[in-house]
């Protein structure tokens, strides 16, 4: 007597135990992140110097996410750069971000403190320079999502 084992799943297609990891992954992130973001705002009051050079310091990284610390001073350009992976930005200090893209064009975020925000990884190929077009530093965590893919 045959016994039936179910519908055959194609190899290309996502197991269940694949997805639920997925899923375990994304939520472990965000907890990350949240808990980054009260952890943060409470330094981020000491942390609001006028004077603050525009800067990047390593807090993480491993497999999954790279966390660093961004401080940007007023009309300090950052150089050309681009981001492979998606991330979420949490802002200590916010302010108004332009966005300038190595093509001219450019678009202006307003980052509030406290909140967070998710941008995506770039589109191939392109570059931009991020730039506070405020007149007090802004200064944010950003965690790099490494398997968004």
């Known amino acids: ?7 055959k799943v194609p190899s290309n297609q996502p197991t269940f135990a694949h997805s639920a990891r997925k899923i375990v992954l994304l939520r472990t992130i965000f907890c990350i992140a949240g808990g980054l973001t009260v952890l943060l705002i409470a330094f981020s009051a000491r ?6 050079p525009t800067q990047r310091v390593p807090q993480f990284d491993n497999a999954h996410v790279k966390v660093w610390k961004s401080t940007i001073a007023p009309n300090a350009p950052l150089p050309l750069h681009r981001h492979d992976h998606g991330r979420v930005i949490i802002a200590l200090q916010g302010g108004t971000m332009k ?26 190929n392109t570059m931009h320079s991020d730039i506070n ?17």
């Open 1 to 7: 007597m045959e016994q039936e084992t179910g519908p």
């Open 99 to 124: 966005i300038a893209e190595q093509t001219g064009s450019s678009e202006t975020q307003v980052w509030e403190t406290g909140k967070a925000y998710w941008l995506a990884a770039n589109p191939p």
């Open 133 to 149: 077009v405020g007149n007090q530093p802004i200064e944010v965590v950003v965690v790099e999502v490494k398997d968004d893919k």
């Open 47 to 52: 942390s609001s110097d006028l004077s603050a």
